[in-house]
Nanobody
């Protein structure tokens, strides 16, 4: 009953920027952690960035200093600002969230978005 919808992916040149958005909707009581993961062809899915409800963040070493994760709790939305993009950032980016559901918010489940393609190429 919870859906995560991503937007903002596309084709960008090396050194360029993109901002990904992920909005959660459905039977949501509240959302704890949210994050972005990516998967490149032939590689395992990896955590890119994560953020707690209070705003604490964590990043993969490969994106530190270039990517910024943020969230708007009132909108149930998480963002990933990607700057100084490199060809090795090319991947499908997936949004995920730990969501409390039920009328009293007693069930915690992890949900994933459908993924959005980010291609960095000249």
């Amino acid at each position: 009953q919870v859906q995560l919808v991503e937007s903002g992916g596309g084709l960008v040149q090396p050194g360029g920027s993109l901002r990904l958005s992920c909005a959660a909707s459905g039977s949501i009581f509240s959302i704890n952690g949210m994050g972005w993961n990516r998967q490149a062809p032939g590689k395992q899915r990896e955590l890119v960035a994560a953020i707690t409800r209070a705003g604490s963040t964590n990043y993969a070493d490969s994106v530190k200093g270039r990517f910024t994760i943020s969230r708007d709790n009132a909108k149930n939305t998480v963002y990933l600002q990607m700057n100084s993009l490199k060809p090795e950032d090319t991947a499908v980016y997936y949004c995920n969230a730990d969501v409390w559901t039920g009328v009293a918010g007693t069930r915690l489940n992890n949900y994933w978005g459908q993924g959005t393609q980010v291609t960095v190429s000249s």
